[in-house]
């Protein structure tokens, strides 16, 4: 009851704090009329009585002030009159508040939105039970990584100590046709996933609607189920509930769907939208089939990864031993969310490195912002002091001035950070994980907020808090001739702006070496040539054509239908287009020094006799394909240049031949031809040599079309699309795109990161840069009567001014010193993501050191020049 | 008129609950009360009278309405809640308590 009239005596005061101070007024006047009335009934004149009464009430403000002291909240109502002053102030010196904001703000927003990218990417759980207890198990082959075969992971099921279950998958165009007006449906190609049944089980999730798949529906005739999307549910059949039980036809066959999965279920990836069990056939089992499965696994209650590491790679021993494949093959066990996140990972710690350090600088000069406001005030707060302010009210006005700034940079902060992450999440290249969850994190941008608010607010409470503990007598001397109480103080300002020099270092080296590594990209020779080359992707249907010469014979016939095409020069068929990740081969080549079966991995690919005219890959030694390279022919591959060099340094590479693993059949090929090296995987990795199968003797169902102009205009797709058609109207086809297109795309993501780092190291330019003129700037104003001495003794003009300038210089030095030691470290973490330049670039470490040098040094001489400039006479009279 | 004596915070907090103890009053006559029950030793200055109200009022052991005055005028009536009428006796017994410990210090000293 009690409290209850306490919270609303205080709420009223607050809430109604003018109508409070009007009745009290009220009760005073009447108080007063009151005194004079009775004044006047003791028989005074009503003049005397008025003066009476006057006198013995005192001040109505005084009492006024006193009563309102008294009153519920009366702390609180002089916060928010403090903070209305530091408002006011912050009109009165715009440059001060706008610059306070800017740091705040940016200084959230960009901390925010990398952290909160970081987050959402590499450390937010993957949305499965127990998620690190998941596992993504490798083949290790030369120290790369392979994909598992169907047997490796049958066997890893058997290592029950280390694994709790194992299950296996691989991707599959699958070609949806949907049950509209005949002829008049676009085929759609799905991204889809070929898993065991156990998979949904393993990863812990079940279906939304429905069910997944049951045990045995990897039996071969069972197979025909399939579970949906939760995307492709919604966009292809209106997120019907009648779905499940309904036949829908994929690659010409008709599925069951059994079920709906969830929203949030993006596995493998976000791209996938349909799953279809795997049948394992029976020749997989005896490891004579080729490896592509993604295998996972879930650990054992009590297992370690360590521990399931040695387990996996003694099994990949024992299979090396039964099956006589893969001797010397270890096997890599992963954790899934490293292993999803392996690629980006390097990208991201730098971003998260560099947004650190811009924010401590953030930090940094936040504090000595407010931290030379609030000193200068020195005098007026012993003032304040002195006439009996209190301390703790002193403290709470000087935090009160500087809550206006930070209140409003962090609400821009937050603005700033929600717009950042969104710029990110759309400025991000395909491929990138998990992007979909990046959202601003709540506890990153409470950490990021509270860290320079609360640097804020000490910076400018310092002062009041110091003068806590010293008297009035040493707070004003340093106003005094010959003062040297400031000294403490410089000392500290100075250490602050080298460190933030200290922290850009690193920022701009690291910057420069990604602009370097751009601009060697740029100059690096792809080994074909981009221009004029459209590419779409298509895969077969087995059903429809079911043996290797069906389909080569298709192939020919949309290679012809697409070559009539008027103003298309050539017409080439690949299986995997350059620039696009690679596809790792291990093959036994016959060279003098091999050992028997030793395997050698290559980057292999399925070509048309046009191929390598199409996308402009020079033929140095022997000759193409042709069509008549077909499964009756002599078996015949055409290896890069450097496969050649590797193996056979010095002589040709014609008539010399490799074969395939002994799992896939050992069968011999002669080399025919040799054509340029390619940049097959990307344009900053190059890790393996080539070799080219002919499409009639190693058949592939998966191809990308190309399609090179004979004009400077790339051949538009409808066309392209219609002749395909006219081959085979139910022919799907996707992922349309330039191969100048695919050029770009390639190190957009290395771009991105070079643009981010440079933000970052503009802005630490800037800071540092307005750190240090804040320091010269009022070490001039400190030392204006020494300086005005100085010069009526004789110093001339530029002697001042190096005097004054060598305050900040001085600290930029020292700073730097520092910063190149972070920097040297800093640089040598970078080694996976430069491309042509050292790990410790000396060029990158010498431009940037330089660079901030240069800036810190006319950011000293600009304010100390006006030191320069002192009129002794006009400083001494001043006194 | 003799120069008005120094109270003790506490003491007048006291003495105005004291006085409203029986009726509601406005503001001056408390003033009046209590220079009238002390025979004019106590006077109590507005600057220390209108804090106080505020206090307890703040407290919850005073509440005010606006009424009419004797002089029909509009004027601020200060009444005990229970809550100041426990907090009353609680002073008084404290107060009676302190003056007699005075009073045996002063006579047997």
């Known amino acids: ?25 009220e009760e005073m006047r009447f108080h007063l009329e009151r005194e004079i009335q009775a004044n006047i009934a003791r028989g005074m004149s009503p003049d005397a009585a008025r003066r009476a009464a006057r006198l013995t009430f005192g001040s109505v403000d005084a009492v006024q002030e006193t009563s309102r002291d008294e009153r519920p909240g009366a702390a609180m109502r002089e916060w928010v009159r403090d903070v209305r002053f530091g408002a006011r102030l912050l009109r009165k010196s715009p440059a001060f508040g706008l610059t306070g904001v800017a740091l705040v703000a940016l200084g959230i927003g960009a901390a925010t939105a990398i952290f909160s990218v970081v987050y959402g990417v590499m450390l937010q759980p993957l949305p499965f039970r127990e998620p690190n207890r998941l596992v993504t198990i490798w083949l290790e082959r030369h120290s790369a990584r392979n994909y598992p075969a169907a047997a490796d992971a049958i066997a890893l099921r058997d290592l029950r100590d280390v694994f709790d279950d194992v299950s296996l998958f691989a991707n599959v165009n699958l070609n949806l046709v949907g049950d509209c007006a005949p002829g008049g449906c676009e085929p759609q190609r799905l991204e889809g996933a070929r898993v065991a049944p156990n998979l949904f089980s393993l990863l812990g999730v079940s279906a939304a609607l429905g069910r997944t798949f049951t045990a045995d529906e990897d039996q071969a005739g069972r197979e025909h189920v399939v579970v949906l999307g939760d995307a492709l549910w919604r966009a292809q059949f209106d997120a019907g509930p009648t779905i499940v039980g309904r036949q829908i036809r994929l690659n010409g066959s008709l599925y069951t769907v059994v079920g709906v999965m969830g929203p949030d279920f993006r596995y493998p990836s976000s791209d996938h939208q349909a799953w279809v069990p795997l049948v394992i056939r029976p020749a997989e089992l005896t490891r004579t089939e080729t490896e592509n499965y993604k295998v996972v696994a879930r650990l054992a209650p009590g297992a370690t990864l360590p521990e399931a590491r040695q387990a996996a790679t003694s099994l990949a021993k024992r299979l090396a031993a039964t099956y006589g494949v893969n001797v010397g093959a270890g096997m890599i066990v ?34 000595s912002l407010f931290g030379a406001r609030a000193s200068a005030r020195r005098g007026e707060l012993a003032v304040r002091l002195a006439l009996g ?25 937050v603005a700033v950070a929600q717009w950042a992450v969104r710029l990110f999440v759309m400025g ?26 609360l640097t804020g607010l000490a910076a400018s409470a310092a002062p009041a808090v110091q003068a806590w503990s010293s008297d009035f007598a040493t707070m004003t001397k340093d106003g005094g001739r010959g003062s040297t109480a400031g000294r403490g103080r410089s000392i500290a300002r100075r250490v602050v702006v080298g460190a933030q020099i200290a922290f850009a270092i690193p920022l701009l080296v690291g910057a420069t ?43 020919a016939r949309l290679v012809d239908a697409v070559h009539a095409i008027p103003g298309v020069a050539s017409v080439g068929l690949v299986n995997r287009i350059p620039l696009s990740g690679g596809q790792t081969n291990p093959v036994h080549i016959d060279h003098p020094t091999a050992r028997p079966d030793e395997l050698t991995n290559v980057d292999s690919r399925t070509v048309s006799p046009d191929y390598f005219e199409t996308m402009g890959i020079a033929l140095v030694a022997g000759r193409g394909f042709t069509e008549h390279d077909d499964a009756d022919a002599p078996l015949v591959a055409i290896v890069d240049e450097r496969l050649a060099r590797e193996m056979w340094p010095g002589e040709s590479a014609i008539g010399r031949r490799f074969r395939e693993p002994p799992w896939a059949g050992r069968r011999w090929f002669s080399i025919v031809g040799v054509v340029r090296h390619v940049r097959a995987v990307g344009l900053d990795v190059d890790p393996l040599p080539q070799v080219y199968w002919s499409y009639r003797q190693w058949t592939q169902d998966r ?14 797709v409808r066309p392209v699309i219609e002749a395909i058609r006219s081959v085979d109207a139910e022919q799907s086809v996707y992922d349309v795109q330039t191969m100048r297109r695919i050029v770009d795309e390639s190190v957009a993501s290395r771009r991105l990161v070079m643009r981010l780092m440079i933000g970052f190291s503009a802005l630490a330019l800037v800071l540092a840069a307005v750190g240090i003129y804040g320091v010269v700037a009022y070490g001039v104003t400190q030392r204006i009567r020494e300086f005005g001495v100085r010069v009526a003794l004789g110093a001339t003009a530029s002697e001042i001014t190096r005097l004054a300038a060598w305050q900040g210089t001085s600290s930029a030095l020292a700073g730097a010193a520092v910063g190149l030691v972070f920097a040297v470290g800093a640089a040598g973490a970078m080694r996976n993501l430069v491309f042509g330049v050292a790990p410790r670039d000396a060029i990158s470490i010498v431009c940037a050191t330089v660079l901030l040098l240069l800036v810190a040094f006319v950011a000293s001489y600009i304010p100390a020049k006006q030191a320069g400039a002192v009129d002794p006479g006009i400083t001494l009279r001043a006194e | 008129m003799t120069k008005p004596t120094d109270l003790v915070q506490g003491t007048l907090d006291l003495l105005i609950l004291r006085t409203i103890a029986t009726e509601k009053l406005h503001g ?23 804090p106080a109200l505020q206090r307890l009022e703040r407290q919850g052991w005073i509440t005010a309405d606006w009424g009419v005055s004797e002089t029909s005028r509009r004027a601020r009536f200060y009444r005990l809640t229970s809550a100041g009428r426990r907090r009353l006796e609680q002073e008084r017994a404290d107060w009676e308590r302190l003056s007699a410990a005075i009073s045996l210090v002063m006579r047997t000293a």
């Open chain 2, 28 to 50: 001056w006559a408390i003033a009046q009360r209590i220079q009238l029950l002390s025979k004019d030793v106590l006077q109590v200055n507005q600057g220390s009278l209108y």
């Open chain 1, 334 to 367: 992963d954790s899934m969310l490293d292993d999803a996140t392996r690629e980006v990972r390097p990208f991201l710690t730098l971003l998260l490195a560099a947004v650190s350090f811009l924010l401590a600088i953030a930090c940094l000069n936040l504090s």
């Open chain 1, 428 to 453: 991000v290249p395909a491929g990138v994980p998990r992007i979909e969850n990046v959202a601003v994190s709540g506890p990153v941008l409470v950490v990021s907020l509270g860290l320079l608010v």
């Open chain 1, 389 to 413: 302010a209190t301390r703790p009210r002193v403290i709470a006005q000087a935090i009160a001035e500087a809550v206006p700034i930070l209140a409003l940079g962090a609400v821009l902060g």
């Open chain 1, 513 to 555: 070496m990604l602009i370097r590594s751009a601009i060697n990209l740029t100059h690096v020779d792809p080994g074909f040539r981009p221009a004029r080359i459209t590419t779409l992707k298509f895969e077969v249907s087995r059903n429809e054509h079911p043996s290797d010469r069906d389909v080569a014979d298709y192939y």
């Open chain 1, 703 to 716: 191809m990308v079309l190309a399609v090179r102009s004979a004009t400077e205009a790339v051949v538009p």
């Open chain 1, 1 to 25: 009851m009690r409290l209850i009239h306490q919270i609303a005596t205080v709420f009223r005061a607050i809430a109604r704090s003018g109508r409070v101070d009007a009745d009290l007024a």
